[in-house]
């Protein structure tokens, strides 16, 4: 991609990054977590990797394969997930950026007539 839509996808990347660090840090602790996931970067690379996933009960590396665990989730339960947290995510933005381009303030104080106090 060129242009400026590259970093919206690089940030949604790295937005969607955050369902399998969290899995690992919780699972296997912190610093475990980020090993844990590299290691499960490195395997996605391979071929057939796709279905690599991370090892709550850390077995082994933190890693599984997740169909010989036969670990089978909806492909479509995903997609409405994801596309559901995308729309609540442009809609918070989108909001934010309304509240962002209206200027700041409340009512105006009203304007008293000159020589208000005097009889």
């Known amino acids: 991609m060129k242009g400026l839509a590259q970093h919206a996808v ?3 990347a790295t937005a969607l990054e955050v369902i399998p660090r969290t899995l690992a840090e919780n699972a296997l602790g912190g610093a475990e977590g980020n090993e844990v ?13 796709e279905a690599w ?3 709550i009960e ?5 890693t599984l394969q997740a169909t010989e665990f036969k670990i089978l ?12 947290a ?6 918070v933005l989108s909001v934010d ?3 962002m381009s209206k ?7 009203p304007q008293q007539a000159g020589n208000w106090d005097e009889d």
């Open 86 to 91: 995308t729309e609540a995510a442009v809609s």
């Open 58 to 62: 850390a077995e082994e590396d933190g």
């Open 37 to 49: 996931l590299s290691r499960l970067w490195a395997k996605h690379e391979q071929k057939g990797g």
């Open 10 to 12: 690089k940030r949604y």
């Open 73 to 84: 989730d909806s492909l479509a339960a995903k997609q409405w997930a994801i596309k559901l």
């Open 103 to 109: 200027p700041a303030g409340g009512p105006k104080v």
């Open 97 to 99: 950026s309304i509240i």
């Open 53 to 55: 996933g991370v090892d």
